[in-house]
């Protein structure tokens, strides 16, 4: 016999994933959820393959303990800047309903982590999954630069396949 996910032998609750020693039902990626708020903004999931994505890109000026992120609009102090820090699409706040923000590396990188609890920004591996689930030749994923861009001058690649349907000229 075996513990199942409560600890009870030969149980057959598969997950417990909130930990509260009640069993979940939920299966899938996104475990039933269909959309996560974070400092007042709604982000809906979508599941793709066995992963869970925001549908959208983040928009927070601020890490997940609550300490706020340098916004900087200059391109030169975004050039230099060893600090955490986001800028808007075009340098335009009119972009923030259709883009999110864009975070610099040490934004990204830093321990006290732009994601919500529980996420994380994706890694290489995790991004090379969603390529193969959308479709990338799985020989062609560790190739450096440039990758995807298959057929149709591109129009047949993972980034075409996961991209927006709208907001495209």
Known sequence: LTLDALGVCGGDC??????DGICDEFSGACFGAEEITYFGHSYEL?????????????????????????????????YWTT??????????????????????????????????????IPSDGEFIELEIVAGMNPDEVYSPGWRGMTGNGGTSGPGYVLKSTSLWD
């Open 14 to 19: 598969l997950e417990d994933y909130d930990g």
């Open 46 to 78: 979508i599941e793709i393959g066995e992963q869970c994505w925001f549908k959208d890109n983040l928009r927070t000026p601020y890490f997940n303990d609550g300490t706020e992120i340098s916004l900087t609009l200059d391109d030169n102090d975004w």
């Open 83 to 120: 600090q955490p820090a986001y800028c808007y699409y075009n340098d335009s706040e009119v972009n923030i309903s259709d883009h999110g923000f864009i975070y610099n590396g040490p934004a990204l990188l830093s321990e006290l982590n732009v994601c919500p609890t529980g996420w994380h």
